[in-house]
């Protein structure tokens, strides 16, 4: 057990030699502090920055969404051979019914 607990204090002796001991002074406590509030406060930027473009990008989500649902619908628009062809038959019909009624006037 004893070459571990040497060994131990080896790495002990190491970490004192890397990390100085911090001499707490008049300043310490007030300049951690104040290290602290200056990461709580570039958080807080970032945070309510967020928050405000969320909130921007909800708003214009419902906004183009009302717009869209209260924009008409555009009737499909029909090619020109559909409307010729709507023609030519609304056509044979009215000769058909001219002639169906000039044949039943002439039995009369």
């Not at 989500?61 to 038959?89: N, W």
Request: net charge negative; charged share 20%.
């Amino acid at each position: 057990m004893s070459n571990h607990d040497s060994q131990l204090d080896e790495v002990f002796a190491a970490y004192r030699a890397a990390c100085p001991e911090v001499e707490p002074g008049r300043s310490f406590m007030p300049g951690l502090w104040a290290r602290i509030e200056a990461r709580r406060r570039a958080e807080a930027v970032f945070y309510r920055w967020a928050n405000s473009f969320a909130g921007a990008a909800a708003a214009v989500v419902l906004l183009l969404g009302l717009l869209l649902y209260q924009q008409p619908q555009p009737l499909p628009q029909r090619a020109y051979i559909e409307k010729l062809t709507d023609e030519i038959s609304e056509d044979h019909f009215l000769e058909a019914a001219y002639l169906a009624q000039a044949s039943s006037n002439k039995g009369r």
